[in-house]
């Protein structure tokens, strides 16, 4: 089993940054490849990015790529998603999932935080 644990939402300017945090529950973690999604109100959950296992694969989605960076430290069980240059359609609830292997789709991940909000204003 693994628990995940997301934090660090909050409401920020366009232009601006913020540091989403992951804490998995469990030995599991190192295990599972993790993943970020998101959901905006009335659309489906898209892929942000995944990492792998050690950390030295990612994927990002192209609405992440030169803007959002994410990384994990198993020793300190964390997984971060490093968010700059923040658009109003960035705005969202952020999950964190956790799953066997890289994947778009959310219905490949079997492990799920409760989501931490996102809202970016103009």
């Keep these: 089993q693994l628990q995940l644990v997301e934090s660090g939402g909050g409401l920020v300017q366009a ?5 989403l945090s992951c804490t998995p529950s469990g030995r599991a973690f190192s295990s599972h490849i993790t993943a ?3 959901q905006a109100p009335g659309k489906e959950r898209e892929f942000v990015t995944s990492i792998g296992k ?5 994927y990002y989605a192209d609405l992440a790529k030169a ?6 430290d198993n020793a ?3 997984y971060i998603l490093e968010m700059n240059s923040l658009k109003p359609e960035d705005t969202a609830v952020y999950y964190c999932a956790g ?3 890289h994947s778009m789709d959310a219905s490949d991940y079997a492990y799920w935080g409760q989501g931490t909000q996102v809202t970016v204003s103009s």
Excluded: I, V
Aim: proline content about 0%.
């Design 76 to 78: 300190k069980n964390t």
């Design 36 to 38: 970020w999604f998101r």
């Design 99 to 101: 799953g066997k292997g």
């Design 54 to 58: 050690s950390g030295t694969t990612r």
């Design 15 to 19: 232009g601006g940054s913020l540091r």
């Design 67 to 72: 803007r959002f960076t994410s990384d994990r």
